[in-house]
């Protein structure tokens, strides 16, 4: 499978508000991450933007539309737009979630988390390791926050996580956000799981913020990073060592510098533990 370029830092979700400024101004973010889906299939000027940010910073293509925890057959249509893609921009990092998002052709616009069973692992890093098989690339998968789990379920969330990563021989995409998330919502301990995180596949790691609702917290990624959220981060690098970070926000988006004061607090984190390491 094809090697890809590595990236390191903290980097920034390229949204639509902030296509002018960033090519304009060209802050110093070391790489920006798109949302892939956004721009497949489509030429013109949605195209035009992909390769001029291509030639200006190093991407990472994330994308919400492979399902792969569905038990619909993989959409090769999608899959064989992706692998264009790919081919064109050449990313440095490929990543979905860990996640259902349709059934008999009908999407939703929910990541819905899969049960924890033995049945599902199996299944699911079937899809993995066919669609990394058919990309030529290994891709990251992403734990997702959740707001219901299943009586079925035979394994903690971690454990399902870490499993699925060993049986699929793919990489994680570790969302601090998400692992918080849903640890409040399902009272469980968030430094547990970080425990039983496979160190060796977490290539890049997700930071964003979410909405409190009384008894149970939405993953909204429309504010800053919580207290939180950042003490189970700075948790995370201290155990598994810096990893590629990115600053997500897709509601209310604000002005660019905003997300650069955050990216600017997880480099600070990233800076003290390259330290503490040397
Ligand atoms: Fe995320």
């Known amino acids: 499978m094809i090697a890809r370029n590595p990236i390191s830092g903290v980097g920034i979700g390229l949204r639509a508000e ?41 991407l990472t293509f994330h994308g919400v539309g492979m399902s792969l925890g569905s038990c619909d057959p993989l959409n090769k249509n999608y899959l064989g737009l992706l692998k264009k893609a790919i ?19 009908e999407y939703v616009h929910d990541l819905l988390p899969m049960p924890y069973t033995e049945e599902a692992a199996q ?8 669609a990394q098989d058919y990309l030529n690339t290994q891709i990251l ?12 379920s035979e ?3 971690a454990e399902f996580v870490a499993y699925v990563c060993e049986l699929a021989d793919c990489h994680l995409l570790l969302d601090i956000n998400n692992i918080y998330v849903s640890a409040f919502n399902h009272q469980f301990d968030a430094k547990e799981y970080l425990a039983l995180m496979p160190e060796n596949r977490i290539k890049e ?17 429309g504010q800053t990073i919580h207290a939180p959220v950042w003490e189970l981060y700075h948790e995370a690098i201290k155990r598994f060592g810096a990893r590629p ?4 926000w897709d509601n209310d ?23 503490h390491a040397a």
């Open 205 to 221: 790691m997700h930071l964003a913020g979410y909405e409190e609702q009384g008894d149970y917290l939405l993953d909204t990624h």
């Open 141 to 152: 998968i992403e734990n997702v926050s959740s707001y219901m789990q299943y009586r079925t």
């Open 253 to 275: 988006i604000p002005e660019f510098q905003v997300l650069q004061q955050e990216a600017n607090k997880a480099e600070q984190i990233l800076d003290r533990a390259q330290t």
């Open 87 to 105: 081919n064109t921009y050449q990313p440095a990092l490929i990543s979905d979630h860990l996640c259902w998002t349709g059934f008999q052709n």
């Open 155 to 157: 394994m903690s969330e």
């Open 18 to 58: 902030h296509y002018e400024y960033v090519k304009r101004e060209k802050p110093t973010t070391p790489w920006f991450e798109v949302l892939i889906d956004n721009y497949l299939g489509h030429g013109g000027q949605i195209q035009q933007h992909l390769r001029d940010f291509s030639e200006l910073y190093p």
């Open 123 to 130: 299944h699911v890093a079937d899809r993995i390791i066919q």
């Open 245 to 248: 970070t990115l600053i997500e």
